[in-house]
């Protein structure tokens, strides 16, 4: 058993050595996000529009703000969505690599790869900085496998959170060093990287429109770096805290210049949303060009750096420990007091950038999809607490501050889950290593016969833990499948060769990016729900709505007949009010065509001039009076033997 321990121990002690660490989990996490490169089509929808402007802005030469082939039928204005950073990079990408016969499409594929790798590496890096060797390969571990960060920054699913979430691994290592570096020779050095994790955040308004967590994320580690300093008496992190919140403003006014030359954010002075925002909250653009960016400026940053300071003073008052934890305390529940009071404004802004609307990623998080995301990962979160316990740091500080503001955000959206996965992978990766020091510190009292096989277990815990996570995200990585088919890629195709560049084609808005994509038509709705659409779809909108728009072709897929719930809220009717069963023929005998399903069945017998059709419902049969055959690809409309109520329609394939 000696033997074996000693085994163990040294198996650990190699796999968490950095040379042979930091080459392990970036493998890990490059061949988790490359699995979905053995499709042929890009996963989701969203990622085709996105490449489908690249390759028409290369095909002109330059970066044009008009694309004509999307948002029917007065076609999109580049600059009202993301900045021009998350279309410029994949296009740098084929640039770079395309002496090497890499494609456009094989560049856009990897490039969120890169930066979700990059992601893992410098977690990996800051952590390796801020606590250990364990911790740190955990950490990273755990969010290599984690798929709530694998399915954001895998390849052929490009989304531009991806790029925040990098630009905040790198801030949270800009902070991680000059935090290490306590030599004083190192003090003029340390001041000056504390740039880094503002100039990371300002950047991140290049790629994304709604980069602003970011600057929350790296606000809170500023704040409890300086709460952790007050109530460690370790006063010289409050500096550290103010030169961390004297950067965020310089990336604040980075973000904003950026702004001016590849576009604001959702809430810009562009923006209609900010200009209305703006008009309600009273304030006015200037020099600074985004709403976000100017009440950050005007408030957020002069608070935190008010409270920063007013702890410094504090600290020279009071000394002992309980009445700074008294202090804190009362800070604590005015903050709360705070944003209980401007809850409502907040609220009402996001729902104004938010809409309720069917889309599955701004829904409330439950708890299936958090166990989804990061399996028994996310159980092992509270281990973190075991770190205040002992003998907390104000690296513990740094990052509750970050767990406070991503985990709050999970459960709000499931797009969330995404950004959050760094604190779940930290948490749990850092509480891990601190349940086995703990567990190994009470086992002092332990015989000597008996410690052995303690030891073991609690070696075995470090390696057998996270693989159960592991094989959990290999497995839900690969179940992901592209919604894109043969199908509908010869389907649209077809549609723009036989169609006029300037047709307007109407379809349910997921598959408005494929129409971009594919056809290079202009689809009425795309990226988001349109409530006109929805209603058109229910027979609410008459032909002269479409006339209105110049819709020259609309799409009806079997797709949206099973959306046909999210069809009924985005039109905003009653569920009540509509009813559609989908039903797939089953094996019959004879001329006898039966369609069932659930407690419905239909049984049609064709005739020469007419077809005899009756429906069973629940053991009741109805002759419906109208009956829409599709035979071949046409519609035919037979009288069927009935009485006129009730009206019915079907379509048997």
């Not at 392990?24 to 061949?31: E, G, Q, W």
């Not at 653009?285 to 100017?294: E, R, S, V």
Request: proline residues 5%; glycine residues 10%; hydrophobic residues 50%.
């Amino acid at each position: 058993m000696g033997r074996r321990m000693s085994e163990i121990e040294s198996f650990l002690h190699i796999i968490v050595e950095p040379k042979f660490a930091a080459p392990i989990v970036t493998a890990i996490a490059l061949a988790f996000r490359l699995i979905p490169l053995r499709f042929e089509y890009l996963l989701g929808y969203d990622p085709y529009f996105h490449l489908a402007y690249i390759r028409y802005a290369l095909e002109k030469g330059e970066w044009v703000n008009f694309i004509t082939c999307a948002g029917g039928p007065y076609g999109y204005q580049i600059s009202r969505f993301h900045p021009l950073g998350l279309w410029m990079t994949p296009a740098y990408f084929y640039k770079l690599l395309s002496p090497f016969g890499v494609s456009l499409y094989n560049a856009f594929r990897i490039t969120p790869v890169v930066f979700g790798v990059l992601t893992v590496l410098f977690t990996y890096l800051a952590v390796l900085r801020l606590y250990g060797k364990r911790e740190a390969f955990l950490s990273a571990f755990f969010l290599a496998v984690s798929f709530g960060h694998v399915f954001r920054s895998m390849a052929g699913y490009y989304r531009g959170d991806n790029y925040m979430l990098f630009l905040y691994s790198a801030a949270l290592l800009g902070t991680a060093v000059p935090l290490s570096l306590r030599e004083p020779r190192w003090r003029n050095v340390r001041l000056a990287l504390y740039l880094l994790p503002g100039i990371f955040a300002g950047l991140s308004a290049a790629f994304w429109q709604a980069y602003y967590p970011i600057f929350a994320l790296v606000a809170a580690n500023a704040l409890f770096l300086a709460i952790g300093g007050f109530l460690l008496g370790r006063e010289k992190y409050l500096r550290d805290s103010l030169a961390l919140l004297l950067s965020l403003a310089i990336g604040a006014l980075l973000a904003n210049s950026l702004g001016s030359h590849l576009g604001y954010g959702m809430v810009g002075s562009t923006h209609w949303l900010g200009i209305k925002l703006a008009e309600e909250l009273g304030v006015r653009f200037g020099f600074i060009g985004d709403l976000f960016l100017l009440l950050y400026l005007k408030y957020a940053i002069p608070l935190a750096l008010a409270s920063v300071i007013a702890l410094a003073i504090l600290s020279r008052f009071v000394r002992d420990r309980k009445q700074r934890a008294l202090v804190v305390l009362i800070g604590t529940t005015a903050a709360l007091w705070l944003a209980v009071r401007y809850y409502g404004v907040i609220n009402g802004a996001l729902l104004r950038i938010f809409p309720e609307s069917p889309i599955a990623e701004t829904q409330r998080t439950a708890f299936d999809d958090l166990w989804e995301a990061y399996g028994i990962s996310g159980l092992l979160v509270p281990l973190f607490i075991i770190r205040f316990l002992r003998r907390p740091r104000p690296a513990d500080f740094l990052l509750l501050g970050t767990a406070l503001v991503m985990l709050s955000m999970a459960v709000v959206w499931t797009r969330f889950l995404f950004i959050s996965s760094l604190a779940v992978a930290t948490m749990a990766g850092i509480g891990l290593v601190a349940l086995h020091d703990t567990a190994g510190a009470l086992a002092g009292g332990i015989p000597d016969n008996k410690r052995g096989w303690l030891s073991a277990a609690l070696s075995l815990l470090l390696i057998g833990v996270p693989l159960v996570p592991a094989y959990q995200g290999l497995n839900t990585t690969l179940s992901v499948h592209p919604f894109m088919t043969s199908g509908w890629e010869s389907a649209l195709t077809y549609l723009g060769e036989i169609s006029s560049p300037n047709d307007v084609v109407l379809t349910w808005w997921d598959q408005g990016h494929w129409v971009t994509y594919y056809s290079m038509r202009s689809p009425v709705a795309q990226g988001s729900p349109s409530g006109w659409v929805a209603k058109y779809y229910l027979g609410l909108v008459n032909e002269n709505g479409l006339m209105k728009l110049g819709v020259d072709y609309v799409i009806v897929s079997y797709d949206t007949l099973m959306k046909f719930g999210a069809v009924m809220e985005t039109a905003g009717v009653s569920p009540g009010e509509y009813g559609l069963v989908v039903l797939h023929r089953v094996p019959s005998r004879g001329s006898i065509l039966i369609f069932s399903g659930g407690p419905y069945s239909v049984m049609a017998v064709p005739g020469e001039d007419r077809w005899d059709v009756k429906v069973d419902i629940g053991g009741r049969f109805v002759i419906p009076s109208r009956v829409f055959v599709e035979v071949g690809g046409d519609w035919t409309r037979w009288p069927s033997r009935a009485a006129p109520p009730p009206t019915s329609m079907f379509t048997l394939t």
